[in-house]
């Protein structure tokens, strides 16, 4: 089946640093992926969602400036944490949708830990 | 935001048993789909339903959709110990993906 990777799985980084996070549709072609943080216990949230070759669209309340999305090729999208704070860890989760279909098939998360 | 909420929160039970989860959600649906989640994974489609549709089977797995409550179900029956995840129901409207509070069940062995 479809599969999607994202790497690191787990990153710890200095306040103040960036990080980047990468998602990448592995056997097929994504023409939008969604970028998702969540909590420990809690539910998904939205960050904001990319189109192949446009710019991304971010949910209220999350900083595009903050949170710079790439989504360069029909199998990558990148997510990067610039000026990263502690309170900016958590866990980041990539999905992606095919050209055709209503199936999204999702990363397996990435731990970011801000210290 | 949030879409839906799901209750309940937390269910435990006995291996074996049946477990329910249930899903409202606020605004008008193009389908929706129920995952899975490990701890600290990511998440496994289960099953997508569409607004037509008033019920699917999948193995174990009885989804329920009641567009007119704007609420859905998930059943697991008979179920086992790796059974234990969190689960979420999730939308689709406007092309967008947005899950519920999700339901954290334990099956105790």
């Known amino acids: 089946g479809a599969v999607v990777s994202q790497h690191p799985s787990r990153v710890i980084c200095k306040s103040g640093t960036s990080v980047k996070i990468e998602c990448r549709s592995l056997d097929f072609q994504a023409t939008t992926m969604f970028w998702y943080r969540q909590f420990p216990k809690q539910s998904l949230m939205l960050m904001a969602t990319?189109?192949?070759?446009?710019?991304?669209?971010?949910e209220q309340g999350v900083e595009k400036d903050k949170f710079l999305i790439n989504h360069a090729s029909l199998t990558l999208s990148t997510l990067t944490v610039t000026s990263a704070h502690p309170e900016d860890s958590s866990f980041y989760i990539c999905?992606?949708?095919?050209?055709?279909?209503?199936?999204?098939?999702f990363g397996e998360g990435s731990w970011l830990t801000v210290v | 935001s949030q879409q839906g909420e799901e209750d309940p929160q937390a269910l435990s039970i006995q291996e074996g048993e049946n477990a329910t989860m249930n899903c409202s959600y606020k605004t008008s649906i193009n389908n929706l789909q129920w995952y899975r989640q490990n701890s600290g994974r990511g998440l496994v489609h289960l099953i997508l339903i569409r607004s037509n549709e008033r019920e699917k089977h999948s193995g174990r797995l009885r989804v329920t959709l009641d567009t007119s409550k704007k609420s859905s179900s998930l059943l697991i029956t008979a179920s086992r110990a790796a059974d234990t995840a969190s689960y979420f129901c999730a939308t689709v409207g406007n092309e967008k993906l947005t899950f519920g509070t999700g339901t954290r069940l334990t099956i105790i062995p």
């Open positions: 999905s992606a949708r095919g050209t055709s279909g209503n199936t999204i098939y």
């Open positions: 990319s189109n192949e070759g446009s710019k991304a669209t971010y």
